[in-house]
């Protein structure tokens, strides 16, 4: 893999962070039932995190040479908040497969302090999976 095939990957995972923001903010909005009064909050929490993993790949793209992308990955809504939930944890579990390969891509590349910081967004993407595994009985 190449500087420039794995940066053009940081940017596929940059659009996806500010998608994800994107999409937690309008689910938490969205959602009605008293079940899911705690989770509510907590998707607010995550969308803030999800901003802060845009900041950091925003950085680290920007350092290694390359343009932070301005595009925003697909987002995904319903009307049913279990759906929205549901939509949320597959996001979740993309990005956890998606940084754990992408921190093994760092190392290769000798880029030890992107992998530092992807293993950081790793282990939160980790614990908002398992939060919304939870909000799901799962």
Known sequence: MTKQEFIDLLNKDLSLEYAAAVQ??????????AQYQTIQKELIIHANEEIGHAISL???IANMGGEPTLDIGPRETD???????????KGETDAV????????QAEQLGEYGVKRALEDILIMEMEHEKD???ALGL
């Not at 937690?24 to 039932?33: D, F, L, N, S, V």
């Not at 759906?83 to 944890?89: A, G, S």
């Not at 497969?97 to 093994?104: G, I, L, P």
């Open 24 to 33: 937690y903010i309008q689910h938490a909005a969205k959602m009605t039932g």
């Open 58 to 60: 925003a950085d680290h």
């Open 79 to 89: 009307k049913d908040s279990k759906v929205m939930l549901e939509q949320d944890l």
């Open 97 to 104: 497969n998606r940084y754990k390969a992408r921190t093994a």
């Open 132 to 134: 919304l595994k939870m």
